[in-house]
C-alpha cells in the first residue's frame, strides 16, 4: 500500500528552525529504478559528407556505429536512426541494426531483408533530391553490467551500387543542392 503526505506548510516544532531535506535521488542507482525506465542515451552525430560502394553484404554507413556500457542487467535498447543522403538504385536497398556484427529484429540476413529502405525520390540518381531513413526498433538483450554493445547501422543491395551520406550525388561542396547530418541514438531502457 502506498502512502502520500501533502502539506502546505512544513515547519520545525519552534517555529523558526530550518528543515534540512536530503536528496532524494542520491545513492539511487539502475537497480532502484523501475523496469521501463530510461537508464542512458547516447549517440553518434556525423556530418561528414562520403560516398560508398555497397554490395550484398552488409556493410556499416558512414562510419554510424556506437558502443554502449550496460548499466542494467537484461535491458532492452531503442536504436533510432537518422540518415540523410542519396541512394544509387534505391528501390534495391536494405537498411538494418547490427549488434554486435549481427541483425537484430530482421527476417532474415539476405540482401532482400531490411527493418526499412530510404524513401523513393526518384529511380535512380538526379543529382538532387536526397533519400532519407528513419529507423527504429526495440532490442531486447540478455546485456551483462559493464559488457559493451556496439550497435551499427548498416546497408546492402543485390549488387554493388553507390551511396552518398549526408549529401547528394552532385553535391561536391556548392550549397545549390541538399546536404545534412545523419544520427544514430541509442536509449538504454531496464528489463
Given at each position: 500500500m502506498?502512502?502520500k503526505l501533502?502539506?502546505?506548510v512544513?515547519?520545525?516544532?519552534?517555529?523558526s528552525?530550518?528543515?534540512?531535506?536530503?536528496?532524494q535521488l542520491?545513492?539511487m542507482?539502475s537497480?532502484?529504478?523501475?523496469s521501463?525506465?530510461?537508464l542512458?542515451?547516447?549517440?553518434?552525430f556525423t556530418a561528414?559528407?562520403?560516398s560508398?560502394t555497397?554490395g550484398?553484404?552488409d556493410?556499416?554507413?558512414n562510419s554510424?556505429t556506437?558502443a554502449?556500457?550496460?548499466?542494467?542487467?537484461?535491458?532492452k535498447?531503442?536504436v533510432q536512426v537518422?540518415?540523410?543522403g542519396?541512394?544509387n538504385?534505391?528501390?534495391?536497398r536494405v537498411?538494418?541494426i547490427h549488434?554486435?556484427?549481427?541483425?537484430?529484429?530482421?527476417q532474415?540476413n539476405?540482401?532482400?531483408?531490411g527493418?526499412?529502405?530510404?524513401?523513393?525520390t526518384y529511380?535512380?540518381?538526379?543529382?538532387?533530391s536526397?533519400e532519407m531513413v528513419?529507423l527504429?526498433?526495440?532490442v531486447t538483450?540478455?546485456?551483462?553490467?559493464?559488457t559493451d554493445?556496439?550497435?551499427?547501422?548498416v546497408?546492402?543491395t543485390?549488387?554493388?551500387?553507390v551511396?552518398w551520406?549526408?549529401?547528394?550525388?552532385s553535391n561536391?561542396?556548392?550549397?545549390q543542392?541538399e546536404?545534412?547530418?545523419?544520427e544514430?541514438?541509442?536509449t538504454?531502457?531496464k528489463?
Open positions: 502506498t502512502s501533502k502539506t502546505d512544513l515547519e520545525a516544532v519552534s517555529g528552525a530550518t528543515i534540512a531535506l536530503t536528496n542520491s545513492g542507482t537497480a532502484s529504478v523501475p521501463g525506465s530510461v542512458q542515451v547516447v549517440s553518434y561528414a559528407k562520403v560508398q555497397i550484398t553484404t556493410t556499416i554507413v554510424m556506437k554502449i556500457t550496460p548499466l542494467g542487467a537484461n535491458s535498447f531503442l537518422r540518415w540523410f542519396e541512394i538504385i534505391v528501390r534495391n537498411f538494418n549488434m554486435d556484427g549481427a541483425r537484430v529484429n530482421s532474415s539476405n540482401f532482400w531483408s527493418l526499412s529502405m530510404g524513401s523513393l529511380h535512380n540518381s538526379n543529382g538532387s536526397p528513419h527504429s526498433t526495440l538483450t540478455s546485456s551483462a553490467v559493464g554493445i556496439t550497435f551499427s547501422f546497408t546492402s543485390y549488387a554493388n551500387n551511396i551520406s549526408n549529401r547528394c550525388f561536391v561542396g556548392s550549397s543542392y546536404d545534412g547530418t545523419s544514430l541514438i541509442i538504454e531502457i528489463g
